[in-house]
């Protein structure tokens, strides 16, 4: 275990492409999705946060600290790692962050394994490179990151992930996998009912 490295698990978005329904209570052989991940995660690190903006109360079964944005405005997934880097920010420690979303439930422990093996590094952001694609809500931020982090959210209606790690000269960590099912976002009922049919190609 790692006690420099905070896993984050993006829960704060609407979910408007598939009818506003909170992603992270969709179920999977009978576990909701953040359950599957923080299962994941717990295997690597020995502390999580979740970054929710709404059902609150739903997420205290989980036993896990849960951060609303502290900059309002759905100003997207950069402002829950913000929210959750604020609580940190005097820690002289150099802390790093694992960011994945609510509704990509399927993250391998040797996904995780492949990080942490890379460091120290003298990188403050990390973008992971999945079979080839540029996959950035699967990435690793440095405390270092926050102060810019901030200013951008700040300055704007909200910034996307690609566009803070380029003005902090990121680098790439490439992941391969013949799993379809992993690092699958669910975005529609489509995807949903998809998984189940992956899931047997892949067993």
Do not use: C
């Not at 540029?134 to 992930?161: H, N, Q, R, T």
């Not at 009912?193 to 047997?200: D, F, G, V």
């Amino acid at each position: 275990m790692n006690k420099n490295i905070i896993g984050v698990i993006l829960s704060g978005g609407k979910s408007s492409r598939m009818n506003f329904i909170n992603k992270s209570f969709l179920k999977f052989n009978n576990k909701t999705f953040i359950q599957i991940i923080i299962n994941t995660l717990n295997q690597r690190l020995d502390t999580i946060y979740i970054n929710a903006n709404q059902d609150l109360e739903k997420y205290k079964e989980f036993n896990r600290p849960v951060i609303t944005d502290y900059i309002k405005g759905f100003k997207g997934p950069l402002a829950g790692l913000h929210s959750i880097m604020k609580i940190f920010e005097n820690n002289k420690e150099n802390l790093w962050f694992v960011l994945v979303p609510t509704d990509a439930p399927f993250i391998p422990v040797k996904y995780l394994d492949n990080f942490i093996k890379k460091l120290p590094t003298s990188n403050t952001v990390m973008i992971s490179k999945i079979n080839n694609r540029i996959e950035p809500m699967f990435s690793f931020w440095s405390i270092k990151s926050l102060g810019a982090i901030e200013k951008a959210l700040l300055e704007s209606d909200g910034v996307k992930i690609l566009k803070i790690a380029e003005e902090l000269n990121y680098d790439i960590i490439e992941f391969n996998t013949n799993n379809k099912l992993e690092f699958m976002n669910i975005n529609t009922n489509e995807d949903y009912l998809k998984i189940t049919e992956l899931s047997r190609v892949s067993n």
